[in-house]
């Protein structure tokens, strides 16, 4: 395709942004080196469309090719804050600023505007953890509200910042300035909300509702679920600081993030072992639940959902959510072809068996291959464990993309209570959803079993081959890798004075709480590897390398390295060997998942750990109260060893450095 093509293409309302940006990059990659177009248009869209993260990827890419471009750098930076990366915006819109600011600079009226606002807008973001910046980000609006040629859009967010910087006075000023020029021939989404919001800083609420239904319908047909999405999290904020806005009535057309799990069909092993029927390989009984699991995603209003793919249960609500057009996700717990013979089709040949290996791969076929995610990419070898794992990443996968779009997540069981649940099956599921605070709509498997009367249960399923097993314990755990940025520049004559310092550092940081809480520890010059039983102490132990709050810290300035810290930390959770380790006799851990820590530490800016998405996710999903989890984009890992999504760790209240 041509450019004309594809911008043609991807100007229409019904297409897909992430999809045609799979369908256009071949392996010819020239057309888009150095094409400023392309790289604007798709950032574009995908943040149009909800897709920060696809966008924040691209535009970083773009950026090697544009380094002068303005417009792509304040898109990479409004990827950055609409992913979740306020900090990492910040970073890049800084040294564009003073430039936006300037009298006599040349940037195009528009962009200057949209700079100085996106600055409003991240301090907005920072203010959530640090309210000293309410009156900052109120400031920063103020001044792009200002600038020659600006519209209302940094005048109504500086009117609902200086309502949240307690500015009552100032921010009804504002909003009926608003209000007195706001364009009806504007966007046809954002002038109504625009409008919309100054009405309710007016305490004109009738008038605000019918806007924001304006606004709704226009983000549905034109698919701007994105921007949707940021409309509903403004009236959040609203209705916090006491202006009483309900943003409920978006979540109809929003819909909701569901994840699922359910028991599978019955397989041959739990059969020949006599335990009580619970899902038999009956086509009534499967049609029924396929019709109920159906009914309550209606229900819910369904829009994005999260589950595995084996057999029964899994299976059929991937179907019903492809069936509703919704955005589906998948999470398999470990390689393909074990997780077939464990969950699908159990290496049988029959018919009834087919089947399902035949809706495994058609369901995979109507997804994009990035919706499909694995625990690990390794055999099963009989950790049981994976399946547990990987229901909590899914869980945890469900609440990031949940907090993307401002509404809290669901979950869809398919349980039967009556007979007893297995680690890292649908009740130990629920059980740890349940846990977590979140709400849970059931379907009862022996209520809808018992309506569909007298079942046919096949005995005559063959047994299938042993699948192999691993003799070394797999435990999960959670890896660490750090190091300092620009070590090996040290001078020779500094180096002693450096290593006592920083041996200081790191025995002091081994005696806090969660320095205790280590399953093991090695050093060598500056590399830390520390492996922890839990994401969350893995975290705050990375926090503490980063911004101590008991150890004081080695002058990092005098031995000529990046302050605040120098650390490049990488996290990531999996399952791994144990093993003795040689030299010290003590349990070791190794295995990809070790490796794959390794690999993201490189890959991390100095002041920072990265984490991988298995343990965002399970971070997000156990301790989003402590810390703020901010994806960066795709990355690509030391030594290509790989390229994937990777997220910023950071403490959910700033210790003031």
């Given at each position: ?10 100007a229409?309302?019904e297409t897909?942004?992430?999809?045609l ?12 080196q ?7 248009a ?19 890419e ?11 750098h ?40 949209d ?9 907005k973001?920072l ?12 400031e920063w609006?103020t ?6 040629d600006a519209?209302?859009y ?25 209000i ?27 008038e ?16 701007r679920?994105g ?16 202006v ?10 929003l ?21 009580p ?16 699991i ?44 074990d ?22 791969d058609?369901?995979l ?13 390794e ?5 049981n ?10 869980q ?8 993307e779009?401002?509404t ?10 009556s ?27 022996n209520?809808?079993?018992e ?13 299938a081959?042993?699948?192999?097993t691993?003799?070394?314990?797999r435990?999960?755990?959670s890896v ?11 001078p ?14 790191l ?11 280590l399953?093991?520890?090695n050093t ?16 705050a ?32 959770t ?8 040689l ?9 990809q ?30 301790a989003s ?23 910023r ?9």
């Amino acid at each position: 395709m041509t450019e004309h093509d594809i911008l043609d293409l991807l100007a229409r309302t019904e297409t897909s942004a992430e999809r045609l940006l799979d369908e256009c990059r071949g392996p010819d990659q020239k057309l888009w080196q150095g094409n400023a177009k392309l790289y604007r248009a798709f950032t574009q869209k995908l943040l149009t469309q909800g897709f920060p993260a696809r966008a924040l990827d691209l535009a970083r890419e773009g950026q090697e090719y544009l380094r002068d471009d303005l417009e792509l750098h304040f898109l990479l930076a409004l990827a950055a804050r609409r992913g979740g990366n306020p900090r990492y915006a910040q970073a890049i819109l800084e040294p564009l600023l003073p430039q936006a600011l300037d009298p006599g600079t040349s940037i195009p009226a528009k962009l200057r505007v949209d700079l100085v606002a996106l600055n409003g807008s991240i301090l907005k973001i920072l203010s959530r953890t640090n309210p000293v910046l309410v009156t900052e980000s109120a400031e920063w609006y103020t001044r792009a509200a200002e600038l020659p040629d600006a519209d209302t859009y940094p005048l109504i967010n500086a009117a609902t910042m200086w309502r949240l910087a307690g500015d009552e006075e100032r921010s009804r000023t504002l909003a009926e300035e608003v209000i007195r020029r706001n364009a009806p021939e504007g966007d046809p989404l954002w002038s109504p909300a625009t409008l919309a919001e100054a009405h309710l800083l007016c305490g004109n609420h009738e008038e605000a509702t019918q806007l924001y239904q304006q606004a709704v319908t226009v983000a549905l047909s034109q698919n701007r679920l994105g921007e949707l999405a940021s409309l509903r999290t403004n009236i959040e904020l609203l209705r916090q600081a006491g202006v009483t806005a309900d943003p409920a009535f978006l979540d109809e057309h929003l819909g909701s993030v569901v994840t699922f799990s359910g028991h599978m069909i019955d397989s041959p092993e739990r059969v020949r072992a006599g335990h009580p029927t619970r899902f038999p390989n009956d086509p009534r009984l499967i049609a029924a639940v396929g019709r109920a699991i159906a009914e309550q995603l209606d229900r819910m209003n369904a829009k994005i959902g999260f589950s595995s793919l084996a057999c029964g249960g899994d299976l059929l609500f991937a179907q019903a959510m492809l069936a509703r057009k919704g955005e589906l996700h998948i999470v398999l717990p470990f390689a393909q072809h074990d997780f077939l013979r464990t969950s699908v089709n159990f290496g049988q040949p029959g018919e009834a068996w087919r089947k399902w290996r035949a809706m495994f791969d058609e369901v995979l076929d109507a997804i994009p291959p990035n919706r499909v995610r694995y625990t690990t990419v390794e055999p099963y070898l009989g950790s049981n464990e994976l399946f547990g794992l990987s229901g909590r990443v899914q869980q945890g996968l469900a609440v990031m993309r949940a907090r993307e779009r401002g509404t809290v997540p669901q979950a869809l069981l398919l349980v039967d209570y009556s007979s007893a649940g297995q680690a890292g099956g649908t009740q130990s599921f629920a059980k740890v959803w349940h846990n977590a605070g979140y709400q849970a709509h059931e379907i009862h498997l022996n209520a809808i079993r018992e309506s569909v009367g007298e079942l046919v249960i096949s005995m005559n399923e063959k047994p299938a081959a042993p699948i192999p097993t691993s003799k070394l314990k797999r435990p999960v755990k959670s890896v660490l890798f750090a190091d300092v940025a620009g070590f090996s520049r040290i001078p020779e004559w500094m180096l002693s004075d450096f290593l006592e310092d920083y041996s200081r550092f790191l025995k002091g940081t081994m005696t806090t709480d969660v320095g205790q809480r280590l399953t093991y520890a090695n050093t060598w010059g500056d590399g830390i590897y520390a492996v922890f039983d839990s994401v969350t102490d893995a975290a705050a132990f990375a926090l503490e390398l980063l911004e101590p709050l008991t150890v004081a810290e080695p002058d990092w300035a005098h031995y000529e390295l990046a302050a605040p810290s120098p650390f490049r930390i990488g996290l990531h959770t999996g399952p791994v060997f144990e093993l003795p380790d040689l030299f010290q006799g003590r349990s070791a851990f190794g295995g990809q998942h070790v490796t794959r820590a390794a690999r993201i530490e490189p890959a991390t800016i100095p002041g920072c750990a990265y984490a991988s998405e298995p343990f965002a996710a399970l971070l997000m999903r156990e301790a989003s109260a402590l810390f703020h989890i901010e994806s960066v984009g795709l990355h690509s890992l030391a030594k290509e060893y790989d390229r994937c999504p990777l997220y910023r760790i950071a403490r959910a209240v700033s210790v003031g450095r």
